[in-house]
């Protein structure tokens, strides 16, 4: 009960702390239409002539899923500030659980994830975008965005924690994150990829949940992409979550 | 086992190689102000973070409010509250808000930590700028709105680490004055310092701590005369002439910096003999006066004593 309550507290202050910064609302909201558009406008038609489909179908999961990633950048940084800056000892001195300080940091950067990924769908859909296969399609989509932002999330803590200085915290997450993004199905079709570099980008969690998400939007393949997509997230609960956990004591 | 104070037996903290407390042994008497003294490097934060659950011991042991600080971790924090060295509020949220979170955090309902907000603000004199963000403060209000954050809910134990540390005169002042009423409250007090003014002023005792070892401790009064009294300083020409005359006179007797001869171990008195002296050789002043040793002084002289002690074991 106890722990529910302050992780509840605690998010509420990372959110509130959120609303308040001007500049990143606007960054986190702003930056992925902006590579939204910009892609449509150089890709769209090749890849639209390349693989006879419609690019944005995939272009929209594809941004939503790589901003999730992105945003565990923030969480890091985020992270990384309370803990030099001293709340974090502040919050340990204090007779509250160790999960919930973890817990409401996680929560609130879901709860962010899922602001911009609501906001690039709406806007997505004004260019083509479209759930075509009901609601609880359209619920599951935003729960496999959750599922995949969980993974990176919990990442972003575990090096927060690990870091000496907030470029160390950018720095480990920021190139992973990237190099994630260009080796994926997200942009260019799984076939364009050189024949050796296929495996990688199948195998990547970006690539799976963008499947997924293209089956829960627009149509396709749901249950294989969807279910390799939860054993990542599996996998990487498994390993930072006690990892997290093992840090903060 | 007393209730409420802090008894601390040779506690020992180590990080990688380097030994941060060697063995640190001293106690706060429930309702006592204890000041610990030293400077940068000592081991001041590490033995407050160790006490206050923030770091594992790694030798001795040491009870806060009746709870072993290793065995009930859980029972200690429910007994202190901390201020840190760098103020530990949220500097986007306003100061209301801060203290709001903690509140509910300690487990008060909406309503009553509202309430309690509300009344810390004004006893801090942050009521005009509650509803400000705390980037917006001075560096005197943040700490003010630390100590208030520590004091949400009240807890029989207190640590305050380096409250004035970076503070102008005026912010200084006026946590030495929230700390006074603090003690005239009766709350258990520890409180580390690079200041010896602020320790004589605040504490009941001091604890002087150097490289991570208790070197001497007692009341204020007690460490004054450990230490030997005040520093009469002379500003006179010809200087080495000055030194001679005032070395065959007094017997701590050395050149500082800047063209000034000091005399240490003096009191009111010495400056009369220094004058007497500095006539009677025919040594006009540029400037004479008397001041209480810096905390510099009084490191050399109880490290001093200490190796000399140490020579004695030996011999």
Known sequence: MSVITETGLLAGRNLRRFAKSTQLVADSLLFPLILLFLMLLVFGELVDDASGGRYIDRLAPAIVLFSAAYGAVGTGLGFFTDLRGGIVDRFRAMNISRLSVLGGRIVSDLVRVLLVAAVTTGVAHAVGF???????????????????????????????????????????????????????????????????????????????????????????????????????????????????????? | MREEGVEVERLRKVFGKKTALEEVSFTVEPGAVVGLLGPNGAGKTTTVNCLSTLLPLDGGRASVAGHDVAGDPAGVRASIALTGQFAAVDDMLTGRQNLVLFGRLLKLDRRAAAARAAELLDGFRLGDAADQPVKSYSGGMRRRLDLAAGLVVKRPVLFLDEPTTGLDPVGRQEMWDMVEGLRAEGVTLLLTTQYLEEADRLADRIVVIDHGRVIAQGTPGELKNQVGGQVCEVRAEPRERTLRVLRERFGDVAESGGGVVTVRGADPGTLTDVVTVLREAGITADDIRLRRPTLDEVFFTLTGAKADREHEEVG
């Open chain 1, 130 to 249: 479209r759930f075509t296969r009901g609601p609880l399609a359209a619920l599951g989509f935003f729960a496999v965005v959750v599922l995949f932002a969980w993974i990176f999330l919990w990442l972003a803590v575990v090096v927060a924690m690990s870091a000496k200085s907030e470029q160390a915290v950018s720095g480990a997450l920021s190139s992973p994150v990237t190099l994630l993004l260009f080796l994926s199905s997200g942009f260019v079709p799984v076939d364009q990829f050189a024949a050796w570099l296929r495996p990688v980008v199948r195998a990547n969690p970006l690539s799976l949940a963008t499947d997924a998400l293209v089956g829960l939007s627009s149509g396709g393949e749901i249950l294989r992409p969807t279910l390799f997509t939860v054993a990542w997230a599996v996998a990487a609960t498994v390993i930072s979550v006690p990892l997290a956990v093992r840090l903060y004591k």
